[in-house]
C-alpha cells in the first residue's frame, strides 16, 4: 500500500475480533509516532502500550466512548509533558500510528484523550507522573467491521486562494 492509498483507507473501527497484534508490530507503530512532527523539535511525548486484558478492560471502563478497547488487541496511550503545543504534538502523533496500523492491516480507533474528565485516572492507572497530559488512546487490533463514514466532498472543502462560496 503506498500512502496514499493508507490514508484513503483507515477508518475507525470500534468492533474486534480475538486475534494477536505481535509486540514488533505495535512497537513499529509506536515508531512511526515517534517520527512526528513537533514544535521546535520537542518530542514532550511517551507512548504505554497496554495489551494485558485486565488493564484493557480498566481503560474501557473509564472512557465514555471507548468501551470497544475491551476486545482491542491493544491500547497505545499518548501522553506528553505541558508545553505550548502539546496537543498538536501529539495529536501527530497519534495520526502518524493510526496510519501506520492501516499500513499493517491492522484496525485501530483513536479514543479522546484530551480535555477528558478522565484523563488524569488514565494517567494515573498507566503509571505515569500526574504532571503528563492524556493526548489519545488507540484502540489496535482485528477489524470486525468495515465502517464508512460520510467525508465531506474535495470540490466542498477545497478554496483556491481565498475562502469561497
Ligand atoms: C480528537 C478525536 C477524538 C476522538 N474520540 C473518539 C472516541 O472517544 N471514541 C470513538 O469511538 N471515536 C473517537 N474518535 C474517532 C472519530 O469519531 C472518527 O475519526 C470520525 O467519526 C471519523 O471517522 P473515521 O476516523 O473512520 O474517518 C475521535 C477522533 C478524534 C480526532
Redesign the pocket.
Known sequence: MDAFEVMSK???V?KYRPGHTTREQLSQIVNMGRLAPTARNEQPWEFVVVTESTKLRQLAHL????R?LTDADACIAVLCRDCVYYLEDG?AATTQMLLAATALGLAS????G?KKAYAPAVVKLLGAPEAYKLV?LIAIGQAAET?S?P?RALQEVLHWERFSG
Request: net charge positive; with cysteine; aromatic share 10%.
Open positions: 483507515r477508518r475507525s470500534r472512557t465514555e466512548h471507548g470497544f495529536s480507533c483513536w479514543i479522546a484530551d489519545s465502517p463514514p467525508k
